[in-house]
């Protein structure tokens, strides 16, 4: 049996008073769990945080754009490339070319051409009926395929030729976003994307109550005799010592990025790219929700990273049983030292021998967690050696 290549991501982050991810009535998130209420953070809002954490650390060509207005955004290229492009040409173009690669309908919304019928304005532009994940690569590619057709692009595109290259350009070489976390098209699922990496919800380690806030704001204009609030309201809060997880699949990132083709550098470049700014981007990210209001700007007080041959393995189990305080209060310390005590018996009964661990910590409270693996006294030599050792694997491997 071939030993795959699996990256284990956990964190342990406090949290002070904070809305992070919000529900549909305005409250924290929360989920129940050892039979406890904990706070809780989607997948969805970390993975999106992460992206977003992308744009400062990576290339945007290294990136995509997921829109519906994907039309206007290829328009836009295909203008780039061939500038005597009117504007409706160049919609009308990339309307055409995003049908024949996804096979997605992209036309005005109905609401959309009834509010300018309505209102005597302008036919709105083209879009697609959900959000549409393509890669800078992909759209550049696109972009010149479609002036390449440009004096009859209908006609252009009923050779199965031209139709094949449209599709293999939106299959081909993805950008590192859409390699990590995959790309769904309903219309076409031959050019799905299967997520290499997968996010846990965050989880507290230990019980949570939801508070409210209760606010005024006083108008700048009042004058004595006006002594009231402008306006008062409530806003839902928690705070947390919270748990995190994710799990990178390298082998399905190297299948979505494809081998390095440049001849002066090593054929795992790309994945040990995407595999360092995946754990950089996890790692520091952190969801915007209601940020302005608490400036709840904390980074993990720990993290350990594991490279396994087998499969992902998460070390939630560890705080089933809701973490109490300890005698001088706080969740951290004993949160600590019982994944210090659960790590070493999960990978006595499941762990492989050749795993590598390493470890980031901060302050005393993290102490016992130093027995896990190596430490590491930077986030970027956690990220430099991570990524070495995979680099190190996958050439092994050939």
Known sequence: MTSRIILDVHALQSVPPSNLNRDDTGAPKTAVYGGATRARVSSQAWKRATRRYFDTILDPAELGVRTKRVAELLAERITELAPHTGEAQALALAAEVLQTATGSKIEPPKRKVEQAKKNGGDDPAPESSYLMFLSARQLG??????????????????????????????????????ALFGRMVADSTDINVDAAAQVAHAIGVHRSETESDYF???????????????????????????????ALDVDLLERNLGRGLDENESPATPVRRAVEAFLEGFVSSLPTGKINTFGNHTLPDAVLVTLRT???????????????????GGHLEPACARLADYVPEIERAYGDDSAQTWVLRVGPATAKLSSLGQETPRLSTLVTAVGAAVAARLEQRG
């Open 141 to 178: 590619h696109l972009a010149a395929l479609a002036v390449e057709g440009a004096a009859d692009i209908k006609a252009f595109f009923k050779d199965k030729d031209a139709k094949a290259r449209a599709k293999k350009i939106a299959d081909g070489r993805h950008s590192v976003d859409i």
């Open 216 to 246: 005024t704001a006083v108008d700048d204009r009042n004058t004595d005799a006006e002594p009231g609030a402008g306006m008062i309201g409530t806003v839902d809060f928690n705070s947390a010592t919270l748990y995190r997880y994710a």
């Open 310 to 328: 087998s499969r992902p393995v998460s070390f939630v189990g560890a705080f089933e049983k809701p973490v109490t305080p300890d005698v001088d």
